[in-house]
């Protein structure tokens, strides 16, 4: 079962004073969330390529600074909260994953579904008087690939990558 990466596309809010781009790649270029309560929303890419069922999604996280509290929240493309979870960071630049959700709250994902996710990170708590660095942060998705066609109407010929065809009786014709 193959997995894409779905990574930073756009804004779409951001109370800090350090531009959300920085979520787009782990590069030690880090967001920096300096109050508690803080947060940005950003859109995700979407899926390439052919998208059979979606099996499951979960957000990634690269944070840290001290003891704080990193809020991950998957919202769909009105900004609807779909899930949410809480990663506690430590000193250094930790990676989480967020929980296989299967679910978006009601139906299965689908294609269209992930398609326009929107991540928002908050930092949530914190032990002591500190920051919030967050490096990355993205949407894993888990799908199977559609079957292939068997039949290529352009050199009119049946493909079948495994499997026995067995003919009992009768014709076929193409």
């Known amino acids: 079962m193959p997995s894409q990466t ?9 109370d800090t004073s350090t ?14 969330f300096q109050t ?3 947060e940005a929303v950003i859109e995700i890419g979407d899926l390439a390529g052919n998208i ?9 996280v690269v944070a840290g600074k001290s003891t704080v509290d990193c809020k991950v929240f998957i919202m769909d ?3 609807t909260e779909l899930y949410n979870e ?21 139906s299965s994902w689908t294609e269209s579904s992930v398609n326009g996710i929107r991540l928002k990170v908050e930092y949530e708590a914190e032990s002591s008087t500190n920051d919030m660095m967050v490096d990355y942060v993205a949407l894993i998705v888990n ?10 109407s352009t050199v009119q010929n049946v493909h079948f990558t495994s499997g026995n065809v067995y003919v009992k009786s009768g014709n076929i014709y193409i």
Not at 6 to 14: C, G, K, P, T, W
Not at 52 to 60: D, F, I, S
């Open 52 to 60: 059979g069922v979606v099996n499951w999604v979960r957000h990634k």
């Open 36 to 38: 508690v309560g803080h």
């Open 19 to 32: 531009d959300a781009s920085k979520l787009s790649a782990i590069d030690d270029n880090v967001m920096l």
């Open 77 to 79: 493309g009105s900004s």
């Open 86 to 106: 809480t990663h506690q960071a430590a000193a250094a630049m930790r990676t989480e994953e967020g929980t296989i959700s299967t679910t978006d709250g009601s």
């Open 143 to 152: 799908y199977n690939e559609p079957p292939p066609d068997t039949y290529d």
């Open 6 to 14: 779905l990574e930073f596309a756009s804004q779409v809010s951001n």
